[in-house]
């Protein structure tokens, strides 16, 4: 179980892991993702992390450790 | 003295014993207080959680479990949070200023018993820090005690942001969520809290825990320091029981009748009347003669300038308020929609909680102020009232 976390001092609203992850992300107003927070299963892992590694300010993280 | 460091009990003294007669050197304050007995860790776990004592900085998490959760084979620093960024708040540096060793005397206790070499006293009041330095000059506590000066801006008071600045970075919160008892100083465990906690640890290490419970409440007993301001006749630090009545407070203070605010501003307007106070550290009275939205609008700028400028939602969200707000005041219904928008994106969108205090800060304005909005929405020049800026925003 996994889930997606922002560094929100990094981040600057390149809107880029909205398009990767549709489902999981949207973008306010200003462009800043706002993360839907549901559990990322272990299928999607994959695709979540590509967007980990596309963000050009290594804002977006995937958190592996919650349980909550 | 400063007028603003005027101090007034409700019940018994503790951390304010003696202080009627000025500042307490270390003779004054032996003679006050009695010498700090020497406890162990287990001793001091015990007793805090025998009193159930909270930190008083505001988050009021356990300082039992915030000890549980330091190794047991020591650990780098006690850590002093006496940057008290909260504007209206005055306790922290008053018992800096004028109780030095009470606090000295509960941050070097503690670390005697976690086997912390260091002691770091951050502090952004410069006559506090003066008084802390003149008070360590006179006593001998085998550890290394630094003071440290940090800056004034709201964001810079918490915890992180605050051992960023005593490593000599810049005095705003990481990005990363760590808790300061496992990567504290210099990324080692580390007990950090706010002063009042330290003099109540000092109080309750000389009192033990039945004689420290004979005030407050059961729950959470012991007093407790106020910062009364706004629209009453003796502003200024009060100690009193846990879980006084606010109306106690507010007629001992000789306060107008009005809204209050409880907590600061990142702390909540009263929508109810008869409540008691725990937990809260601040309570601002605002009177009837000023504009309460005119004046949150003011709060509102003054938090938005305190964002560390590093998270965009907080920056942007904080900004888009304001001018909701605005708008909002001159009769635009617009402003009323949009703040209720942007009070949804804000919250738990940054590195610290300041959007989140920030915001709930303001939506309780909303509610609690739900007539004036009325009023401003009616148009014909909103309550009729002028801004008198009884809410403090200017403070470094
Ligand atoms: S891709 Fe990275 S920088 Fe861009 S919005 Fe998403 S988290 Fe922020
Ligand atoms: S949330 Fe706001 S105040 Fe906190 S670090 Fe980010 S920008 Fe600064």
Known sequence: MARLEIDWTR?????????????????????????????ITAGEVPDARRAVLACPALALRLDKSVKR | MKTLLATSVIGDARLLAGLDRGRLDRQAHLWTHGAQPQLTRAAYAELCEAV????????????????????????????????????????????????????????TGLAHALGAPHVLIA?????????????????????????????????????????????????????RKVLPTQQGYHRRPTFLSNVETFAQLAVLARLGARSYSS??????????????????????????????????????????????????????????TGVTLQGVGIVVALGTETCPLGEVHRVAQWLASQSAGQCGPCVFGLAGLVDDFDRLIRGEAEGWYDAQRHLGLVPGRGACAHPDGAARFLASALEAFDDDVRRHLAGAGGCGRPVLGVLEVTHG
């Open chain 1, 11 to 39: 981040c600057d609203g390149h809107g880029l892991c909205a398009t990767l992850l549709g489902g999981d992300v949207a973008l306010d107003e200003w462009g800043f993702p706002v993360l839907k927070g549901r559990e």
């Open chain 2, 215 to 272: 005030t407050g409440l059961s729950s959470e007993p012991g007093t407790q320091l106020l910062t009364v301001a706004g629209a009453v006749r003796r502003p200024g630090v009060i100690e009193t029981p846990t879980g006084v009545p606010l109306e106690t407070v507010l007629q001992y203070t000789g306060a107008d009748a009005g809204p209050v605010l409880l907590g600061g501003y990142h702390g909540r307007w009263l929508a109810q």
């Open chain 2, 123 to 175: 502090v952004h009041d410069a006559e506090a820090a003066q008084s802390v330095r003149e008070a360590i000059l006179e006593r001998d506590d085998r550890l290394a005690i630094e003071v440290t000066e940090t800056p004034g801006r709201f964001v810079a008071g918490e915890a992180r942001a605050v051992l960023s600045a005593l490593e000599g970075g810049p005095a705003v919160p990481p990005g």
């Open chain 2, 52 to 107: 159930g004592l909270k930190g008083r900085g505001g988050a009021a998490f356990p300082v039992a479990r915030k000890l549980a959760g330091l190794p047991e084979r020591g650990i780098e620093a006690v850590v002093v949070n006496g940057s008290e960024s909260e504007p209206v708040s005055r306790k922290d540096r008053l018992l800096l200023t004028l109780a030095p060793h009470l606090v000295l005397d509960g941050a």
